[in-house]
């Protein structure tokens, strides 16, 4: 039901021989219909008819086909019953073929034709055959009708209208008849047990039926002894109807009485086009057999000439000639942009050989600039008051040497001490320390600074308050 | 001309057919390969430029680096002159110790030394006050040459109290060492 929501609203086309009714949804159209000699539709005709459903559908437009369901009127249209031996369902149209072939004046190649099985519903034969409802047409009426519904963007399914005016009948049950009188010819369909049984065309309107009594006869002599039924459904007439309607039981029986049906006069709204949708929209409301062409080699066969399946068939072939040229096309179209940018890029690749020689020799030198001023900042700090220093040596290998006088043996031990507590040195050694007469310690030192690496982590320096107390300190 | 037989018009067809087929083939299994070939080749090219642009990722860091250390020595060694570095390098130093206050009382140059990196060594003596010494050391490492204090000697003088007497030995790189070792690595 969720799908039947979204779901457009399918075309309801009735063709008669001089009019075309469409309806969609509550939008519907008539056009007139010029035919040729041969009965064929004119070249005018089929641009207007198609013009005026192409304005019908393009009031909503939608990304597929929009199914169109066709009645077309009786000409040419023959129903028989047929007899056939028991079969699947897959194999009943090969079984129809072979006795289509022998009952009907025409090929089942040359035919659009449907069927009905019989054994279900209505009818059961005592036989062992099955009993099937064939309707058929010549296929070229259905080619001629279903290109024209298929140049306006519908997907047409065909049936007979007569057929389809057949569903308004408000009961089948027993033998009842349906005249539809047009405005060029009247149709009458028989029905037996909801089967129908025949189907007849008769050339008269709606205002020779009501103003002669020859047509009148020609067509009681036409069913005599083929119907034998009381009720003749009416539909079509125009404002005739009432006439008509009484004409019927005075010429085709007095026992038969005259149902019409009534249809609300508006563009698209025929019997048969609300046949269809009474059967369309009601659940239980099968559809006439539909007439299909079925021959043994198109049936197989693609029709390449379809519009829709070689835009389709082209669009498939593009993306497959895409799909497999891309690979090569990518390498025939971008090699030579790439080839020029990585020339252009090998072209630099000199300078990259200059970043490594820059790169190495700065950071030669800074690995190897002795940090001569760090050493001195950690000397001065752990130094002893009154302690002189004579002299001073270091060199790039982190060698130290030192020369001086403090006051005590024990000075010399606590600047040795924090200079070691630095972690700036590796090591720290007194290589002489020799007491004076004047109450001093006359030392020399010698020390090793630890290497890059292990200095890294140590915070060497003024502190930011040192710094401060430095610069506001009055100049000597 | 005699009119065809509809079976010689089919002999003839079929022949067309086959011939047309044969040669769209054979000439398609040689386009095939062309292009074929062709792809080959810029894959190739892609894998390579896949792989340089992977090393160029590299450089970049390096880059940053050596913008780094240039602008921290004010030194850029592709504008060193293997020549005149000396010299330059020797005039710059006695131009800082002026104009730090601490005026320069010999310099001594002698040429490269034995590890090769050296394109000369310079002995410097200067005298003057602690402050001005400690700012002349700190200054050599910006002048803009490639010069290492390889040791310094400082000595207190007597007179006047606060004066120092710097003696420093200096080495000058030689950056051409370090082009010749990265040509001897390709």
Avoid at chain 1, 195 to 202: A, D, K, L
Avoid at chain 1, 404 to 424: H, P, T
Avoid at chain 2, 14 to 26: E, M, Q, S, T
Avoid at chain 2, 75 to 80: E, H, R, T, V, Y
Wanted: include cysteine; hydrophobic fraction near 45%.
């Amino acid at each position: 039901m969720t799908g039947a929501v979204f779901r457009p609203h399918p075309v309801l086309i009735e063709i008669g021989v001089s009019s075309l009714h469409a309806l969609r949804g509550d939008d519907g159209l008539e056009v007139p219909l010029t035919r040729q000699h041969n009965g064929r539709l004119t070249g005018p005709c089929k641009e207007q008819v198609t013009a005026a459903l192409r304005e019908l559908l393009a009031r909503k437009t939608w990304p597929f086909r929009l199914r169109a369901y066709c009645a077309i009127a009786a000409n040419g249209v023959s129903i028989r019953r047929i007899g056939v031996p028991p079969a699947a369902a897959d194999q009943l149209d090969g079984v129809l073929r072979l006795q289509i072939e022998s009952q009907f004046p025409l090929a089942p190649d040359e035919l659009a034709w449907g069927s009905r099985r019989l054994n279900e519903k209505g009818v059961h034969s005592a036989t062992a055959h099955q009993q099937v409802l064939v309707v058929a047409v010549k296929k070229d009426v259905i080619d001629e009708y279903a290109k024209l519904l298929g140049d306006c963007g519908l997907e047409p399914v065909f049936t007979v209208a007569a057929l389809a005016r057949g569903l308004l009948c408000s009961e089948q049950s027993g033998s009842c008849a349906m005249l539809n009188v047009g405005r060029t010819q009247s149709e009458w369909v028989s029905f037996e047990n909801d089967v129908p049984t025949g189907v007849r065309v008769f050339p008269w309107s709606a205002e020779a039926l009501s103003a002669s009594d020859g047509a009148w006869d020609a067509v009681s002599s036409a069913l005599r002894g083929k119907w034998s039924g009381k009720i003749v459904y009416l539909t079509g007439a125009g404002e005739a109807k009432d006439n008509v309607a009484l004409q019927v039981p005075r010429h085709l029986g007095a026992g038969i009485q005259c149902r019409p049906i009534q249809v609300a006069a508006a563009p698209g709204r025929t019997a048969a086009v609300l046949g269809l949708k009474k059967c369309i929209e009601q659940i239980g409301v099968q559809l006439p057999p539909v007439l299909k062409t079925r021959t043994h080699t198109e049936q197989a066969k693609l029709d390449w000439s379809a519009p829709a399946l070689r835009k389709w068939a082209i669009a498939v072939a593009f993306l497959l000639v895409l799909v497999l040229t891309l690979p090569y096309a990518e390498a025939l179209l971008l090699k030579p942009f790439l080839a020029r940018r990585m020339t252009v890029l090998k072209a630099g690749l000199g300078r990259l050989a200059t970043i490594d020689q820059e790169l190495g020799f700065l950071q030669f030198m800074k690995q190897n600039q002795p940090p001569y001023l760090d050493a001195l900042y950690l000397m001065a700090q752990s130094a002893p008051p009154g302690a002189r220093l004579e002299s001073l040596t270091m060199s790039r290998r982190g060698e130290v040497a030192l020369r001086g006088s403090m006051r005590n043996s024990q000075e010399v031990g606590e600047f040795r001490a924090k200079l070691i507590k630095s972690g700036f040195f590796s090591e720290v050694s007194v290589d002489e320390q020799v007491p004076t007469q004047q109450q001093k310690v006359n030392v020399r030192m010698t020390a090793q600074w630890k290497p890059a690496e292990a200095r890294e982590l140590l915070s060497i320096g003024p502190t930011a308050e040192e710094l401060a107390k430095a610069k506001n300190e009055p100049k000597k | 001309m005699r009119p065809l037989t509809p079976q010689e018009k089919r002999t003839l067809r079929l022949g067309a057919i086959g011939v047309g087929v044969y040669l769209l083939l054979f000439g398609g299994v040689q386009l095939w390969r062309m292009l074929e070939r062709r792809r080959s080749d810029y894959q190739t090219l892609v894998t390579q430029a896949q792989a340089l642009k992977a090393d160029l990722g590299l450089y970049e860091t390096k880059t940053l680096v050596v913008g780094k250390l240039m602008k921290d020595y004010h030194l850029d060694p592709g504008k060193l002159a293997r020549a005149t570095v000396v010299a330059q390098a020797s005039a710059a130093i006695q131009e800082a110790a002026m104009a730090g206050g601490i005026p320069i009382t010999a310099v001594r140059e002698s040429p490269t030394r034995s590890s090769g990196k050296e394109l000369a060594s310079m002995q410097i003596e200067a005298a003057g006050p602690v402050p001005a010494a400690m700012g002349l050391l700190a200054r050599l490492q910006t002048l803009g040459y490639p010069v290492l204090i390889d040791s310094v000697q400082l000595t207190p003088q007597p007179n006047p109290p606060g004066m120092v007497k710097l003696n420093m030995t200096l080495v000058v790189l030689d950056f051409e060492q370090w082009k010749k070792k990265e040509a001897a690595h390709e």
